[in-house]
């Protein structure tokens, strides 16, 4: 194979980052852009990666007493207008449902009919038409809290659209909870939060800084938005998932009431919080490598490729025996709440069966050939290691040993992006340090600058913009503990309390 | 209570089946009306149900080699013109997005803005979507089989809704399977229609008749299309599924072609089948009886509720303990594909609690008093008998066997709705008789008739339509197997080659 000396993606991370990503997408075979603007489709093996977060996150969010309920795909115009805030933020991005029929129109063709009195806006969110459930639902303190999840899809129009990071539909989870006190509710917010920590780093081995949004980049009707922000491979910032603490906006906005111990009229707090399939494409930028995908073991879509080596058609049959004796005994171990997922591939094509694979990112690959065989082995291939770095196990050793190498392959590639996010991550105290930090040192590639900022920050809004007009750099979250000491805001010089991330931002 | 000498549900099945309905589903808090027309909120208790038979299917599909992905809400008009009988089957129920923001309008408020040069419809089923994924997936005979199943919610506009059985927006799955040969098709077709048999039968208790539909009532677009039908306690039929098999319509419209080996350029041949939300409908109206829901331990949103009384305050950790003793022994019990779900329910409230449960429709209640306590016991309910007869076990003995308790139950509804289904489905060869079996006897009841009619049909449209005018009664389906013999129409006294399933049906 001709791909074998150089790397299986055209262009590598260097050469095009934006570029090498889509190709890392199609090489996997995980998503493709459809026909419906902005609008995506979700192939097996980008969907399993799904199913394996939500299962994830659905295990965690129900150990903390949030079930699950379904609300209406369409939210009346009439309810989304309830909280200002809302509604402006969502305004620019609806998809509207106008008419609720087809009829013949003049040139023979069929146009839209039977007008809707009330437009309905396919939801971009849920707050308003939870809200107005969440109503009817609670009367007194005994029903609270409330705890619910939705798995949904949701639209949000987007003109410039990126697979998984930035699509016109995608899919998530939404939080929606009341609670009788703001500080049950802020406490519910941090838990959720501390969940998507926990399913980022030790599940997708991605690394996150948790922290609050400035005013300027939270959620539109909400009080304060937490997020978990994390590096990806061109050092720019991707939020992975937020929570929001929502004080008494939405339930004024829907009149969510309940009559507390003391028989008094009071209005509840509520609280959202939302991961999506953004989630795989933070994993994609931030584990896989010229060659295409690498998926951590504990969501991979699949764990294992058996490929049985068959060159005399006559030894098919005892090969075949062997390769699938192997994948019995791996199907039947459990591994992080599902059973190792085996795929067996006896396709014979040469070299791009292999580098099918690697493509694919999954995490071992097992050649099977007669010799293996004859001694009772297997020659495995780590997606976390050079393709050409292979290892005879003995059969057995390779079974029982599978998880052990499974979790090796998690922790590699947690520390690696933990590495790469330290490394790129510096205090910065001088204006002059930060603009260039920020500042590409090749103007071919603009996108290549120095990573996260840690720098302190007054709380002005004014400073914040200049530095966004300046140098396309946001505030990403006011991180939680830790860098606490006081300091001079790195654009005013003002005093300020703590430090800040600022980074260039999905 | 005073319910307890009556019954929980006003009106009772035989006052008002269909008002029966709706408090049944209002008394076990599963779901509600939105404000959205037509568009319902599925509740906690419902949405678990629907989880555990989502589970349940989709094992059953990964088994015959099916894999999920996910596919765009919306189709653009052109595609769903493509296939003639198919846009003509679902114009008069689309929900069509025009527009893709809101901007402030005439009198400040927002209005649609940003006209689509297409109208998107929000799919109402994916075939066309779908369709043209394969027609690019799919370039050789290497590439077929392909087996795709999507879960997801779809949009078929209705003016007259019922909660479950038929409303705007609906959960299901939708499998779509392209092939290389129409044999393989067909045998596909009839597999999934065997899985759900399989789920209906074996998990929700639900006998059912497998069969084809008559051209009449089949899917827009399908050569043929199979089902299985149910009889719910009204004597009506209820389509619980669908397995259609396509032939080259869809592949014709969407361009789904394949070399063959013999490198000659052929049509796919395709297949869909799809069980929705529906299916709790037809699981509430089988089973349930005048004192609420019952539900089949195989899907039960929860198995057991632990009621502990708490007379004396002092008692209160004492009984509080024994009871989290025998919830965590339950909870470690595998029950078909997950553990035994348990309620612990500790309020004060009287026997509103008791009934709470029974309308709920949990299979297996438990009252832990001091009295059971000191004798190591506990006090069991279950739903399929009396609410008054009870039973004592000895706490060990209840949990060892609490499995087999619950199969029971499982098994005595299955065997229950058998034997009402049997009861009510009757050859019929006579006219008269025909028409006497689906006649109200009290006008004031017009839903009250005889149930399912075995009866000779010639295969003549006008017989059908002639019967359907008549007497709502239509045909549900041509049976697989059995009831070969040949006869004479009912309707024209034409020759029949056998019997089919005359019914009146939701």
């Known amino acids: 194979m001709a791909?074998?000396?150089?790397?299986?993606?055209?262009?590598?991370?260097?050469?095009?980052?934006?570029?090498?990503?889509?190709?890392?997408?199609?090489?996997?075979?995980?998503?493709?852009?459809?026909?419906?603007?902005?609008?995506?489709?979700?192939?097996?093996?980008?969907?399993?990666?799904?199913?394996?977060?939500?299962?994830?996150?659905?295990?965690?969010?129900?150990?903390?007493?949030?079930?699950?309920?379904?609300?209406?795909?369409?939210?009346?115009?009439?309810?989304?207008?309830?909280?200002?805030?809302?509604?402006?933020?969502?305004?620019?991005?609806?998809?509207?449902?106008?008419?609720?029929?087809?009829?013949?129109?003049g040139n023979g063709g069929l146009v839209p009919a039977g007008p809707l009195t009330e437009p309905l806006i396919v939801r971009p969110t849920s707050e308003t038409i939870i809200g107005d459930a969440f109503s009817k639902w609670i009367t007194s303190y005994r029903d609270l809290p409330v705890l619910i999840n939705q798995w949904a899809n949701v639209?949000?129009?987007?003109?410039?659209?990126?697979?998984?990071?930035?699509?016109?539909?995608?899919?998530?989870?939404?939080?929606?909870?009341?609670?009788?006190?703001?500080?049950?509710?802020?406490?519910?917010?941090?838990?959720?939060?501390?969940?998507y920590r926990k399913v980022s780093e030790d599940y997708l081995a991605i690394p996150v800084i948790t922290g609050e949004k400035s005013a300027s980049e939270k959620f539109p009707g909400a009080e304060t938005t937490t997020c978990i922000e994390a590096m990806m491979q061109d050092r720019k910032a991707l939020q992975a998932g937020t929570s929001h603490f929502l004080g008494q906006n939405f339930a004024h906005a829907s009149q969510i009431k309940y009559q507390s111990e003391k028989e008094i009229e009071e209005y509840a707090w509520t609280t959202s919080w939302g991961v999506s399939t953004r989630l795989i494409g933070a994993l994609i930028m931030t584990h896989s490598d010229d060659n295409g995908v690498i998926l951590p073991p504990r969501v991979a879509s699949a764990h294992v490729v058996l490929m049985p080596i068959i060159r005399k058609e006559q030894n098919r049959d005892a090969i075949m025996d062997y390769t699938q004796g192997i994948a019995d005994r791996l199907?039947?171990?459990?591994?992080?709440?599902?059973?190792?997922?085996?795929?067996?591939?006896?396709?014979?094509?040469?070299?791009?069966?292999?580098?099918?694979?690697?493509?694919?990112?999954?995490?071992?690959?097992?050649?099977?050939?007669?010799?293996?065989?004859?001694?009772?082995?297997?020659?495995?291939?780590?997606?976390?290691?050079?393709?050409?770095?292979?290892?005879?196990?003995?059969?057995?050793?390779?079974?029982?040993?599978?998880?052990?190498?499974?979790?090796?392959?998690?922790?590699?590639?947690?520390?690696?992006?933990?590495?790469?996010?330290?490394?790129?991550?510096?205090?910065?105290d001088e204006k002059t340090d930060f603009d260039a930090f920020f500042t590409p040192k090749n103007t071919e590639r603009p996108e290549i600058h120095g990573g996260f900022a840690l720098s302190h920050w007054c709380g002005n809004a004014g400073c914040e913009k200049n530095i966004k007009d300046r140098l396309n750099v946001t505030i990403r979250c006011i991180p939680f503990g830790g860098g606490n000491e006081a300091g001079r805001c790195i654009e005013c010089n003002g005093p300020s309390a703590k430090r800040v991330v600022f980074a260039k931002a999905y």
Chains 1, 2 share one sequence.
């Open 331 to 428: 199907r039947k171990l459990a591994y992080y709440g599902r059973n190792i997922q085996v795929e067996i591939d006896s396709r014979d094509i040469g070299g791009a069966r292999n580098w099918e694979w690697i493509k694919k990112g999954i995490p071992l690959r097992v050649e099977i050939g007669p010799k293996d065989m004859a001694s009772d082995s297997v020659f495995v291939g780590r997606r976390d290691k050079d393709p050409r770095d292979k290892a005879a196990f003995r059969k057995d050793a390779f079974v029982d040993g599978v998880k052990d190498l499974l979790d090796e392959i998690q922790n590699n590639l947690y520390q690696k992006a933990l590495d790469f996010k330290n490394t790129h991550t510096r205090p910065m």
């Open 3 to 105: 791909k074998e000396a150089a790397t299986a993606i055209e262009p590598t991370r260097e050469e095009n980052y934006p570029e090498w990503y889509q190709e890392v997408i199609k090489a996997s075979d995980m998503a493709e852009n459809s026909p419906v603007r902005g609008c995506m489709v979700i192939k097996p093996w980008g969907y399993a990666l799904w199913e394996n977060i939500s299962r994830v996150l659905d295990d965690m969010f129900k150990q903390t007493g949030v079930k699950n309920a379904y609300f209406p795909l369409f939210i009346p115009l009439s309810f989304l207008e309830k909280e200002a805030a809302h509604v402006e933020g969502f305004a620019k991005e609806c998809a509207v449902v106008t008419h609720h029929r087809l009829e013949k129109g």
């Open 155 to 195: 639209v949000r129009w987007e003109m410039r659209t990126r697979l998984f990071l930035r699509t016109s539909e995608f899919l998530w989870q939404e939080g929606h909870t009341a609670h009788a006190t703001a500080a049950e509710a802020i406490e519910r917010t941090r838990m959720m939060l501390e969940v």
